[in-house]
């Protein structure tokens, strides 16, 4: 499979950015995602960002996509107006952070971690719709692009009909998806999407699990069938990054490391 491939820091987001850039670059990657955790990445320091940006690029680099920030304090379908726009925000300064590390792919979650979303499911889905659509306008300035990311199945889009709802309903130029295959496997749907959503498909985050929880494995520490995903890929015509969305144990250099080799004895690349 002739694709690019990649880490996302977030391996080691409990440690500094800076502390997984150079592990990243010798275990032979030359694709990273930004992840925003709040001790990883600070947003509100735009002069250490482009330090950073720097860095990488003189690593080699390449930054294409950033993952919102995401968690119990930010939420854009939160029926609270107030914090509604605190998390606009903070979803914006991320947008600022990805123009200046040079990219372009904004991944975000449709809604936010509330389980109990169902509970007002058609004024939440409406809401999260104003709030994307706020941030599709906000990342066309910028030069960047939406991708909605396929979150867990019971989280807001996470049923495929609503989110091809959701996405219908945007703007076509410069949307686009992210199919997150733990995510889409948990709820047994993996290949469905990929095939529903082929036409929108930019970004692909890649994990395995062993089928009950989000575990972020490596491909092949887990039960997903990984020479299927890569045939349906190809079946499909994806050229985008299949970029390693992955959970350390804690040792940044040993964790990376491992996360390299497990990928090029389990992937075709």
Not at 89 to 112: C, E, K, N, S
Not at 173 to 182: K, L, P
Not at 231 to 239: F, V
Not at 240 to 264: C, H, K, N, Q, S
Request: aromatic residues 6%.
């Amino acid at each position: 499979m002739e694709r690019h491939w990649g880490l996302s820091t977030g391996i080691a987001y409990r440690h500094p950015i800076e502390t997984v850039l150079q592990p990243i670059a010798d275990a032979g990657f030359r694709t990273i995602e930004i992840a925003t955790a709040r001790d990883h990445l600070d947003l509100s320091n735009p002069a250490r960002l482009h330090e950073l940006a720097h860095v990488a690029r003189e690593m080699g680099l390449a930054v294409p996509s950033l993952h919102a920030p995401f968690g119990h304090d930010i939420d854009l379908t939160d029926p609270d107006p107030a914090f509604r726009q605190q998390s606009l925000d903070m979803l914006t300064r991320a947008a600022d952070a990805l123009q200046i590390f040079g990219g372009r792919l904004y991944v975000i979650h449709p809604g936010g971690e509330d389980h109990n979303w169902v509970w007002e499911r058609e004024s939440r889905l409406a809401r999260s719709l104003e709030g994307l659509t706020t941030l599709w306008q906000r990342c066309r300035e910028r030069g960047l692009d939406l991708v909605v990311e396929t979150p867990l199945p019971h989280l807001l889009g996470g049923q495929p009909d609503d989110l091809e709802g959701l996405l219908h309903l945007l703007p076509r130029e410069g949307t686009g998806v992210c199919i997150d295959t733990s995510h889409t496997s948990l709820g047994g749907f993996l290949f469905e999407v990929m095939d529903r959503f082929a036409s929108r498909l930019v970004h692909v985050q890649a994990s395995d699990n062993r089928g009950h929880t989000d575990d972020h494995l490596p491909p092949g520490d887990g039960i997903i069938d990984w020479a299927k995903v890569q045939s349906k890929l190809a079946a499909i015509g994806y050229q985008g990054i299949f970029l390693l969305e992955l959970t350390g144990g804690g040792e940044v250099r040993e964790d990376v490391a491992y996360a390299a080799r497990r990928a090029r004895e389990t992937l075709s690349f």
